[in-house]
């Protein structure tokens, strides 16, 4: 069988290896693309875990992103991420920002805001916080962009 990205899934095997020699993070995108891209009838909300635990960002870029955008037309994700490739590229319609604050020798403190990436541009904005978690901040954000210099 070939997904819809072209991926070649056999009875034995994901393209020509066989499902017993796959690395973890091969064998973890195995699962979710065969989970979303073959339960197409599953209209009941999915909630996902690090997907992109032992996982190469090309990876979750070029397969996870465009599967989760097909499955969110018709079903829930919510989807619990440290990789900004899945935020940005899945089209995040909503982010929630968890914060923990370890009071001195209490239990820590959870506080979450929530929002768009589109919109506002102000310090607490969803925007600002996700670049500030995912992408090491503005700063770190716009030196990697001057050091790929990509031409359009």
Do not use: W
Not at 23 to 43: F, R
């Amino acid at each position: 069988m070939t997904t819809p990205g072209g991926i070649c899934l056999t009875p034995g095997g994901y393209n020509g290896t066989r499902l017993e020699d796959l690395s973890p993070g091969t064998k973890g995108i195995v699962l979710l693309i065969l989970y979303l891209a073959m339960d197409k009838k599953d209209t009941r909300p999915l909630l996902i875990d690090q997907p992109e635990q032992n996982l190469d960002n090309e990876s979750i870029y070029s397969l996870l992103a465009s599967y989760f955008r097909r499955a969110k037309l018709r079903r829930q994700i919510l989807l619990i991420t440290h990789n900004p490739n899945l935020v940005v590229n899945t089209d995040a319609e909503q982010v929630i920002v968890a914060q923990c604050v370890k009071e001195n020798g209490g239990l820590p403190s959870f506080s979450y805001s929530a929002g768009a990436l589109e919109g506002c541009k102000d310090v607490q904005s969803t925007r600002q916080q996700v670049c500030r978690i995912l992408e090491g901040g503005a700063a770190a954000f716009q030196k990697r962009e001057r050091r790929y210099s990509l031409d359009s």
